[in-house]
């Protein structure tokens, strides 16, 4: 079955640690995002990447860093610079990078800080 | 600045009623509008779309309007199952970027 796997579903961060969310894709879809989701808010664009070794800053990318080493992974890691890293983060994946391409959406990774 | 504003973050309706979803929106830069809906713990999954070019488009039970002078678009569910209780977010694609509202929390009540 084709889809997106975020992993893992919840996790817990201690002040000043670095922690990795996973995001793998079996659809070849060439582009992936990263979205995080604040209560009574809705989606931000955190980083995304059109190809294999390229991506591109979203609108909150300060505080995380991505890596596509593989077409079908698309690690982000929340780095202690990020200050307010609470939140439910969410992995996603189109065909192409073109307006009607909808994005298909794994079921997301809560973060929490201890 | 809120590009993509849902005014109403909640919307209750009767089982067989219709439901009205509405987006206003600011930016007349855009290439194709998208409604997702949410369920608790779950990522999106997209619903329906709509051109820039287009009025109209229907799918099922689902039909979206867009009215560009006004700078509104709806998504209108008829008739509402309470299976379709959860969060709709409208989205639009401008370019490389998709930039959602905040969602609106329908209640579908048998």
């Given at each position: 079955d084709g889809g997106i796997t975020q992993s893992p579903k919840y996790l817990f961060r201690k002040e000043g640690q670095n922690v990795t969310l996973s995001c793998e894709q079996n659809l070849n879809h060439d582009a992936m995002y990263w979205y995080r989701q604040d209560p009574g808010q809705g989606l931000r664009l955190i980083y995304y990447s059109q190809i294999v070794n390229d991506f591109q800053k979203g609108d909150i990318a300060e505080g995380y860093s991505v890596s596509r080493e593989k077409k079908e992974s698309f690690p982000l890691t929340v780095t202690?610079?990020?200050?307010?890293?609470t939140a439910f983060y969410l992995c996603a994946s189109s065909m192409g990078f073109v307006g009607n391409q909808p994005q298909h959406f794994g079921d997301g990774t809560r973060l929490s800080i201890l | 600045d809120q590009q993509v504003k849902q005014n109403s973050p909640s919307l209750s309706v009767q089982e067989g009623r219709i439901s009205i979803l509405n987006c206003d929106y600011t930016n007349s830069m855009f290439d194709y509008f998208l409604w997702y809906k949410k369920y608790p713990a779950e990522g999106p999954t997209f619903l329906i779309s709509i051109s820039s070019i287009k009025d109209k488009n229907e799918d099922g039970r689902f039909t979206v309007f867009l009215n560009k002078s006004a700078k509104h678009l709806s998504l209108h569910i008829v008739p509402s199952q309470p299976g379709d209780s959860a969060v709709y977010f409208c989205a639009y694609t401008s370019g490389s970027r998709l930039t959602f509202g905040e969602g609106t929390q329908l209640t579908v009540n048998p």
């Open positions: 202690s610079a990020q200050k307010n890293p | -």
